[in-house]
């Protein structure tokens, strides 16, 4: 072996400090190039990125193209060892075509890489190229599918490098992985802060219990062993790194270290934990599988590197107090320790396992089963509680009250139960925080466990003792503990009535929380075990089809039977089985704040609109050709809302068959086939409400495939349309233009359809006077005005009960739906009494369950809650606080082109520049993929995709939108 560096022997690295002066003096004396520099951070070597002299045009780094970045190394390091180096990143290169490896930049003299005679002596000075891009540097957030793309581009480099060999690939630096319990063991005597040093041994010591025994049969190889957020690039404009640089602690180590050393780099950032990694783990096993062993030492090689960058870190900041690079790592690399030891190791590794051989996990429930008797004996009858998601015990919002499940189990003791049991490892929602930014602990670890009568304990082998309300018994490598006991408890017996706790835990083994995400709950009962077996009481597993691994077998069953164009929302939909309120829970016991459903006005599963619909079933559901109450009832309340001449009401099911009934009508009553409707709308999509449509969101072909009848005029959105700002004002009278045109032409329209209030583009307000004009000059050649209030009607502008009254006109014919059943299938359609007569002379009506009973009794009990909750003037509140919360942060962001809208029904319009207003579609639908993250159920709509679509139910608080405006905040802060 040549002869290479050795940590050991020369702890202490400071960098090179060369002046700038000097660097460009030897550039231009060795290499032949005049050059300006810019310096860069470097933990050993000192970097610069180098321009051409002259060829620097503006201030900014990514207006121009540097010739490279020249590397000064330290001196410690040998010519053989920067040789390899260099010689790796080609190996690479060679290897694998697709990946972006930097080279050495070649100059009018040849390469630029030699030896230069410094004022710090023999310093070995090369220009790698500069790959453009950006690296993943900072804590922001990483999408998952670039946590997988960074395990996948460390597999890569790890398969290029798999036969790679050199003389200097022995030395011994201090990242190499397995020197980390000798480079710990030599830094931490060092440490000043006696509680940073208690951290790194708790740490490390459980790391090394778990990867020494393994350690001699790990497999080695070369490797880059580098591969992290600061050394992977994503292409301009691109979303996922492709790009590797600096390959400057290759060497030979550990095979595993390569994947450790990119997951510890993830730890980090925004939102990340050691269940998020898995996803780059995953990646690199799909490439490169992992055996067992590496497995097994996995984990804690992250939490070794952990260690090691926080030990090293501290270490190089107090040597060198300029390196301004040591020093901001320094709270990073703390993060990483703590995220990777916020866990016990072999529960990350359990995490690991199931999810890499899922089927093949390691010490799973079944494996470890309960040997002997069960340690108490319960009597029966017994009760299994549910109190998950769909359990009626969490009906009207139970949920939120966390003793709703001692009064379930207090009944069912009444109704005569001897036993109620709470089972381990399901998901329970009773108790389940509303509004978190991850998903909550909400999986118990144990049996919950209430009981009718005392309990004697039986004596059992093994030790037994009570403290503090719990009593532990231990015997072998069984420890079960069931706390909640009275104080003073003896070990003899359980109260009765009293909520008990029993865990079951590996002697010595880590101890799980109550509770425990979901993402870890299987992990933790690989480990521990499952307690129920120690009550005599059945296991209880999941078998409400979705699969252990976490594969959603319903979401299957959805995309086999269902047509793939009735889509759903998001690649991977949370399962979500009931909403209360503003708030959406699902199966998980995760609970979403639901900031998109105006179907929802009145708020989730409201108990007024279940009673009356429970009401209504009990009595009658029928088709609407009977004579019943609640119809008269409800179509007189609706024309109560509107002006005195919108006296006559049409039933039907849907927005879709609202405004398609709605163009019928215009059609029969003035004898006219032609109709103007604005552009970039959706109307439905029947085929008369589909006609009028022209969203190319909803369809990328609408304007080219218009049937003839079907007249279009400009969207008159005042923010990106082709009229702006004050020039809006001329929408209407191009508008008013085209409908003379048409007549003139002999077409004289039927009607004009559009939106009062352009809620399609993310509530835009149509500029003022606009439909004053328009309707106006269809009404002057004998046409209709067609209101369409589907989604901007009933309330939700605030300020407005109807979007027409924002504009103070009066429609001939308004559509409406979706809010007004709170999600049951009602529309209707409003009309004069002449308009609606005329109908007859053309056409046959009648829609079954239009105006069912049911239908009615909700569509009046929504009625009632808007009306007499002051829901309309909650949404004017509430509305304008979270829309001056949103303009806020539009001062902050500048993705931010605009925030629309009035009321609940607002617009968060995100454009990539504020003149061009270049629309930032990719940015928006990742926006909403993060918000999902955080808790939020959140939609883009307009046609270019690029606006938050804020319509939440009508019912909600303005904690709830705080929260919102938060979230948000945080996600243009950190990333998406
Ligand atoms: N009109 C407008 C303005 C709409 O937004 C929609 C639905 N998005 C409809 C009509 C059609 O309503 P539905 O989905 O109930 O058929």
Same mark, same amino acid.
Request: proline share 6%; net charge negative.
């Given at each position: 072996?040549?002869?290479?560096?050795?940590?050991?022997?020369?702890?202490?690295?400071?960098?090179?400090?060369?002046?700038?002066?000097?660097?460009?003096?030897?550039?231009?004396?060795?290499?032949?190039?005049?050059?300006?520099?810019?310096?860069?951070?470097?933990?050993?070597?000192?970097?610069?990125?180098?321009?051409?002299?002259?060829?620097?045009?503006?201030?900014?780094?990514?207006?121009?193209?540097?010739?490279?970045?020249?590397?000064?190394?330290?001196?410690?390091?040998?010519?053989?060892?920067?040789?390899?180096?260099?010689?790796?990143?080609?190996?690479?290169?060679?290897?694998?075509?697709?990946?972006?490896?930097?080279?050495?930049?070649?100059?009018?003299?040849?390469?630029?890489?030699?030896?230069?005679?410094?004022?710090?002596?023999?310093?070995?000075?090369?220009?790698?190229?500069?790959?453009?891009?950006?690296?993943?540097?900072?804590?922001?957030?990483?999408?998952?599918?670039?946590?997988?793309?960074?395990?996948?581009?460390?597999?890569?480099?790890?398969?290029?490098?798999?036969?790679?060999?050199?003389?200097?690939?022995?030395?011994?630096?201090?990242?190499?992985?397995?020197?980390?319990?000798?480079?710990?063991?030599?830094?931490?005597?060092?440490?000043?802060?006696?509680?940073?040093?208690?951290?790194?041994?708790?740490?490390?010591?459980?790391?090394?219990?778990?990867?020494?025994?393994?350690?001699?049969?790990?497999?080695?190889?070369?490797?880059?062993?580098?591969?992290?957020?600061?050394?992977?690039?994503?292409?301009?404009?691109?979303?996922?790194?492709?790009?590797?640089?600096?390959?400057?602690?290759?060497?030979?180590?550990?095979?595993?270290?390569?994947?450790?050393?990119?997951?510890?780099?993830?730890?980090?950032?925004?939102?990340?934990?050691?269940?998020?990694?898995?996803?780059?783990?995953?990646?690199?096993?799909?490439?490169?599988?992992?055996?067992?062993?590496?497995?097994?030492?996995?984990?804690?090689?992250?939490?070794?590197?952990?260690?090691?960058?926080?030990?090293?870190?501290?270490?190089?900041?107090?040597?060198?107090?300029?390196?301004?690079?040591?020093?901001?790592?320094?709270?990073?690399?703390?993060?990483?320790?703590?995220?990777?030891?916020?866990?016990?190791?072999?529960?990350?590794?359990?995490?690991?396992?199931?999810?890499?051989?899922?089927?093949?996990?390691?010490?799973?429930?079944?494996?470890?089963?309960?040997?002997?008797?069960?340690?108490?004996?319960?009597?029966?009858?017994?009760?299994?509680?549910?109190?998950?998601?769909?359990?009626?015990?969490?009906?009207?919002?139970?949920?939120?009250?966390?003793?709703?499940?001692?009064?379930?189990?207090?009944?069912?003791?009444?109704?005569?139960?001897?036993?109620?049991?709470?089972?381990?490892?399901?998901?329970?929602?009773?108790?389940?925080?509303?509004?978190?930014?991850?998903?909550?602990?909400?999986?118990?670890?144990?049996?919950?466990?209430?009981?009718?009568?005392?309990?004697?304990?039986?004596?059992?082998?093994?030790?037994?003792?009570?403290?503090?309300?719990?009593?532990?018994?231990?015997?072998?490598?069984?420890?079960?503990?069931?706390?909640?006991?009275?104080?003073?408890?003896?070990?003899?017996?359980?109260?009765?009535?009293?909520?008990?706790?029993?865990?079951?835990?590996?002697?010595?083994?880590?101890?799980?929380?109550?509770?425990?995400?979901?993402?870890?709950?299987?992990?933790?009962?690989?480990?521990?075990?499952?307690?129920?077996?120690?009550?005599?009481?059945?296991?209880?597993?999941?078998?409400?089809?979705?699969?252990?691994?976490?594969?959603?077998?319903?979401?299957?069953?959805?995309?086999?039977?269902?047509?793939?164009?009735?889509?759903?929302?998001?690649?991977?939909?949370?399962?979500?089985?009931?909403?209360?309120?503003?708030?959406?829970?699902?199966?998980?016991?995760?609970?979403?704040?639901?900031?998109?459903?105006?179907?929802?006005?009145?708020?989730?599963?409201?108990?007024?609109?279940?009673?009356?619909?429970? *009401?209504?079933?009990?009595?009658?559901?029928?088709?609407?050709?009977?004579?019943?109450?609640?119809?008269?009832?409800?179509?007189?309340?609706?024309?109560?809302?509107?002006?005195?001449?919108?006296?006559?009401?049409?039933?039907?099911?849907?927005?879709?068959?609202?405004?398609?009934?709605?163009?019928?009508?215009?059609?029969?009553?003035?004898?006219?086939?032609?109709?103007?409707?604005?552009?970039?709308?959706?109307?439905?999509?029947?085929?008369?409400?589909?006609?009028?449509?022209?969203?190319?969101?909803?369809?990328?072909?609408?304007?080219?495939?218009?049937?003839?009848?079907?007249?279009?005029?400009?969207?008159?959105?005042?923010?990106?349309?082709?009229? *702006?700002?004050?020039?809006?004002? *001329?929408?209407?009278?191009?508008?008013?233009?085209?409908?003379?045109?048409?007549?003139?032409?002999?077409?004289?329209?039927?009607?004009?359809?559009?939106?009062?209030?352009?809620?399609?583009?993310?509530?835009?307000?149509?500029?003022?006077?606009?439909?004053?004009?328009?309707?106006?000059?269809?009404?002057?050649?004998?046409?209709?005005?067609?209101?369409?209030?589907?989604?901007?009607?009933?309330?939700?502008?605030?300020?407005?009960?109807?979007?027409?009254?924002?504009?103070?006109?009066?429609?001939?014919?308004?559509?409406?739906?979706?809010?007004?059943?709170?999600?049951?299938?009602?529309?209707?359609?409003?009309?004069?009494?002449?308009?609606?007569?005329?109908?007859?002379?053309?056409?046959?009506?009648?829609?079954?369950?239009?105006?069912?009973?049911?239908?009615?009794?909700?569509?009046?009990?929504?009625?009632?809650?808007?009306?007499?909750?002051?829901?309309?003037?909650?949404?004017?509140?509430?509305?304008?606080?979270?829309?001056?919360?949103?303009?806020?942060?539009?001062?902050?962001?500048?993705?931010?082109?605009?925030?629309?809208?009035?009321?609940?029904?607002?617009?968060?319009?995100?454009?990539?520049?504020?003149?061009?207003?270049?629309?930032?579609?990719?940015?928006?639908?990742?926006?909403?993929?993060?918000?999902?993250?955080?808790?939020?159920?959140?939609?883009?709509?307009?046609?270019?995709?690029?606006?938050?679509?804020?319509?939440?139910?009508?019912?909600?608080?303005?904690?709830?939108?705080?929260?919102?405006?938060?979230?948000?905040?945080?996600?243009?802060?950190?990333?998406?």
């Amino acid at each position: 072996m040549p002869d290479v560096f050795d940590y050991f022997a020369q702890v202490e690295l400071p960098t090179p400090t060369l002046g700038d002066e000097e660097v460009r003096r030897l550039f231009q004396e060795v290499f032949g190039v005049a050059v300006e520099l810019e310096q860069l951070g470097s933990q050993q070597d000192q970097n610069f990125r180098v321009f051409v002299a002259g060829e620097r045009a503006g201030e900014r780094a990514d207006e121009n193209t540097p010739l490279g970045v020249l590397k000064l190394s330290n001196p410690v390091f040998s010519e053989a060892e920067i040789d390899m180096q260099d010689e790796a990143a080609a190996a690479v290169a060679a290897h694998d075509g697709a990946l972006r490896i930097p080279r050495i930049v070649v100059g009018p003299r040849g390469p630029l890489s030699a030896w230069w005679q410094s004022s710090e002596g023999r310093i070995h000075a090369r220009v790698i190229e500069n790959i453009a891009g950006k690296t993943l540097t900072g804590s922001g957030y990483l999408a998952p599918a670039v946590v997988a793309r960074m395990g996948e581009l460390s597999a890569r480099v790890s398969l290029a490098l798999a036969d790679y060999a050199h003389p200097a690939s022995g030395r011994i630096l201090q990242w190499n992985l397995e020197h980390a319990a000798r480079v710990i063991e030599t830094l931490l005597p060092t440490e000043p802060d006696a509680a940073v040093r208690a951290i790194v041994e708790r740490a490390v010591r459980a790391a090394l219990a778990q990867l020494e025994p393994v350690a001699a049969a790990l497999p080695r190889q070369v490797g880059h062993f580098d591969i992290t957020d600061d050394n992977i690039l994503t292409p301009p404009g691109g979303r996922l790194p492709d790009a590797v640089i600096d390959f400057g602690d290759v060497c030979v180590s550990w095979r595993v270290g390569e994947i450790a050393v990119t997951v510890s780099s993830i730890l980090h950032h925004d939102g990340a934990d050691a269940f998020s990694a898995l996803a780059a783990i995953r990646a690199f096993d799909m490439l490169r599988p992992l055996d067992d062993q590496e497995i097994t030492a996995l984990w804690p090689l992250v939490v070794l590197r952990g260690a090691v960058l926080v030990l090293s870190g501290r270490a190089q900041v107090r040597l060198d107090e300029e390196n301004t690079y040591a020093s901001t790592a320094l709270d990073r690399e703390f993060r990483i320790l703590d995220v990777a030891a916020s866990l016990p190791v072999e529960v990350v590794t359990a995490g690991i396992r199931r999810a890499l051989r899922p089927g093949h996990g390691g010490p799973r429930a079944a494996q470890r089963s309960w040997n002997g008797a069960a340690l108490i004996e319960l009597p029966r009858p017994r009760v299994v509680l549910d109190a998950g998601t769909e359990s009626a015990l969490n009906d009207e919002g139970a949920w939120l009250r966390p003793d709703a499940l001692d009064e379930a189990a207090h009944a069912e003791l009444d109704a005569g139960a001897a036993v109620v049991v709470l089972p381990p490892w399901r998901a329970v929602l009773t108790g389940a925080p509303a509004r978190t930014l991850s998903a909550p602990a909400t999986v118990p670890t144990g049996v919950t466990l209430w009981l009718a009568e005392p309990v004697a304990l039986p004596r059992r082998d093994g030790s037994v003792s009570t403290s503090d309300g719990t009593l532990t018994w231990t015997s072998g490598d069984e420890t079960v503990t069931i706390s909640g006991l009275p104080e003073g408890s003896t070990p003899d017996g359980l109260p009765a009535r009293t909520r008990l706790f029993v865990q079951r835990f590996r002697t010595g083994g880590p101890i799980a929380p109550a509770f425990v995400p979901v993402s870890q709950a299987g992990a933790w009962r690989d480990i521990c075990g499952d307690p129920a077996a120690a009550l005599g009481l059945d296991s209880h597993t999941d078998t409400d089809g979705d699969g252990e691994d976490g594969t959603d077998g319903i979401l299957a069953t959805r995309h086999r039977v269902l047509a793939e164009v009735q889509e759903h929302y998001y690649a991977a939909p949370p399962r979500i089985e009931r909403g209360w309120r503003e708030y959406l829970a699902d199966v998980d016991g995760r609970v979403y704040l639901d900031m998109v459903n105006n179907v929802a006005s009145v708020g989730h599963a409201h108990p007024h609109v279940v009673e009356a619909a429970t *009401r209504q079933l009990h009595l009658l559901n029928t088709n609407s050709r009977f004579h019943y109450r609640i119809i008269a009832e409800y179509a007189q309340r609706l024309t109560e809302t509107l002006p005195d001449e919108l006296d006559t009401v049409f039933f039907v099911n849907s927005g879709s068959e609202a405004t398609d009934l709605a163009i019928r009508l215009a059609m029969a009553s003035t004898g006219r086939r032609d109709v103007v409707a604005m552009r970039e709308a959706y109307h439905g999509w029947t085929f008369a409400s589909d006609a009028v449509s022209t969203s190319i969101a909803d369809n990328p072909n609408a304007l080219q495939t218009r049937p003839d009848w079907v007249h279009t005029v400009a969207a008159a959105n005042s923010y990106r349309g082709e009229h *702006r700002g004050a020039d809006a004002a *001329r929408y209407a009278p191009e508008a008013v233009a085209v409908i003379d045109a048409l007549a003139a032409d002999g077409h004289a329209p039927a009607a004009i359809i559009c939106e009062t209030y352009f809620g399609n583009a993310g509530g835009v307000a149509l500029p003022d006077g606009y439909l004053d004009q328009v309707y106006a000059a269809v009404r002057r050649h004998g046409g209709l005005a067609i209101a369409d209030e589907v989604q901007v009607g009933f309330g939700r502008l605030g300020e407005w009960f109807w979007g027409f009254q924002q504009q103070g006109v009066v429609p001939d014919v308004v559509a409406v739906a979706k809010s007004i059943g709170a999600g049951q299938p009602v529309g209707a359609v409003i009309t004069r009494r002449d308009i609606a007569d005329r109908y007859r002379t053309q056409g046959y009506f009648f829609s079954s369950t239009g105006g069912s009973p049911v239908s009615a009794a909700i569509g009046l009990a929504v009625l009632d809650l808007i009306q007499q909750n002051g829901l309309q003037e909650n949404a004017r509140v509430v509305g304008a606080h979270l829309k001056h919360r949103l303009e806020t942060l539009g001062e902050r962001h500048p993705l931010i082109g605009h925030v629309h809208g009035a009321g609940l029904y607002l617009g968060v319009e995100f454009v990539r520049d504020r003149v061009t207003l270049e629309p930032a579609s990719a940015e928006t639908a990742a926006i909403c993929e993060r918000l999902l993250e955080l808790g939020i159920i959140m939609q883009p709509t307009g046609d270019h995709q690029n606006v938050l679509k804020i319509k939440p139910p009508l019912v909600i608080t303005r904690e709830s939108v705080d929260y919102f405006a938060d979230a948000l905040d945080r996600v243009l802060s950190t990333g998406w």
